[in-house]
């Protein structure tokens, strides 16, 4: 029940297109979702994150999606760019106070021009 | 120095050696972390540290051994390890314990002989 899915586990996406990567989670108990992003030598960075209790939330070319009677979330990368070729974790958090951090096993993202 | 700085960033030992890793950070923060990295699998946490309590990952063998001697500095010693040990081993710290937002440091890149 702690587990957070995550696909697809690599994606190859052209210049210009929109890059797509879901995660599903059981523990409703999750109330904070973010999304991390990791150039390789580099750990990983927070990109963006989302409560439950909005649907959708943007920043500049990166929106997150999120269906809480699905339990899904899915992060989607507008106009993709060589330059956001990483590897792409979501994660979930259990409730305020809560330390613990429960990734998804990463998806690597190539943007090939 | 800014952010969140681990050293070295790569190490090589043999199983009877005995090594340690240190992460400093330079946020203010009040908790910090250690996680292991493998290919292909979740980031795992292993110790969490904060002012007010130490955590631990019971899962985590006893050959990693934590030191945190102030809220800047957090130190994995390690010893007689076993080459399934090799692996990225991050550092992160956040405002608080249980705060969500956690900033990770680039990694020590672990090679277990």
């Known amino acids: 029940q702690q587990q957070v899915k995550q696909s697809p586990q690599s994606l190859i996406v052209q210049k210009g297109g929109i890059s797509i990567i879901n995660c599903a989670y059981e523990?409703?108990?999750?109330?904070?979702f973010p999304w991390y992003q990791q150039f390789p030598g580099k750990g990983p960075a927070l990109l963006i994150a989302?409560?439950?209790?909005?649907s959708e939330k943007k920043e500049g070319r990166f929106t997150i999606s999120f269906n809480k009677s699905a339990k899904q979330f899915s992060l989607h990368i507008m106009d993709s760019q060589p330059g956001d070729s990483a590897t792409y974790f979501c994660?979930?958090?259990?409730?305020?106070?809560?330390?613990?951090?429960?990734f998804g096993k990463g998806t690597k993202l190539s943007v090939i021009p | 120095e800014t952010g969140v700085t681990q050293t070295p960033r790569h190490l090589v030992m043999g199983m009877t050696n005995k090594k340690s890793l240190k992460c400093e950070q330079h946020?203010?923060?009040?908790?910090m972390y250690w996680y292991k990295q493998s290919a292909k699998k979740p980031l795992e946490l292993m110790f969490v540290?904060?002012?007010?309590?130490?955590?631990e990952n019971n899962s985590v063998p006893s050959r990693f051994s934590p030191e945190c001697p102030n809220s800047s500095h957090l130190f994995l010693h390690l010893h007689t390890l076993q080459p399934e040990d090799s692996a990225l081993y991050l550092c992160?710290?956040?405002?608080?314990?249980?705060?969500?937002?956690?900033?990770f440091g680039p990694g020590t890149r672990l090679t277990v002989t």
């Open positions: 992160a710290s956040s405002q608080d314990f249980g705060s969500y937002e956690q900033y």
């Open positions: 523990n409703t108990a999750f109330d904070y």
């Open positions: 989302i409560r439950p209790d909005v």
């Open positions: 994660a979930a958090s259990r409730g305020a106070g809560s330390y613990q951090l429960t």
């Open positions: 946020l203010g923060h009040n908790a």
């Open positions: 540290y904060s002012l007010e309590e130490r955590v």
